[in-house]
């Protein structure tokens, strides 16, 4: 079973700051929080991943909270194709043997 | 510097045929892993390879299994075809033993079985 908790469905307005919540209120000290996108009917995209800091790249920035239960991803000026399924995946740091469990995650609408 | 390729793109097939799907890993690393996302779902995981060993696998009969060859290429063989397993193969890749290291997808080979 997924050990995340997103929103199934979130709109955003073109430009504005579109904010992700996802609750993993169960992960362990060893566990990053990673973000996926998927646009319709393509593979996975990666976008950002975090331990306990703060993340930023030039597609998001990741904010954990101090007691890391929880997490929102930024995509700072949505545009529209940021229409996608988000998905928030909590996953040992040990960089070993370890499949990926999705959940249903966010559909997020970005509309015009 | 490439992705993670897929091949083919997509593919159908009869019920009881047998399935070979191919990946080639992100350049630089040595590890795959193999996703099934029937429609509307989010992707399950099938199995992962590592040093041409099977490492890991998730809740899946013995007709899906896999091969990873020396250059760190994998394919995903499925056996005695149902009507469910039509999905989107995902492939992906890593380096093993990178703390926090991330893991790429490729664009994934649709099959439908019919």
Redesign the interface.
Known sequence: D?KTTQPPSMDCAEGRAANLPCNHSTISGNE?V?W?RQIH??????II?G?KNNETNEMASLIITEDRKSSTLILPHATLRDTAVY?CIVRP?????????????THLIIQP | DAG?TQSPTHLIKTRGQQVTLRCSPKSGHD?V?W?QQALG?????I??Y?EEEE??R?NFPDRFSGHQFPNYSSELNVNALLLGDSA?Y?C?S???????????????S?LTVV
């Open positions: 997924a990053y990673y996926y009917s393509q593979g996975p995209q990666y991943h331990l998905y740091s040990g960089g070993g043997a370890d499949g990926l469990t999705f959940g249903k995650g | 993670v590890t892993s996703y779902q989010g992707p399950q995981f199995f992962q590592y490492r890991q998730g989107l995902l992906a890593s380096l093993r033993g990178v703390t926090g290291n991330t893991i790429y997808f490729g664009e994934g649709w």
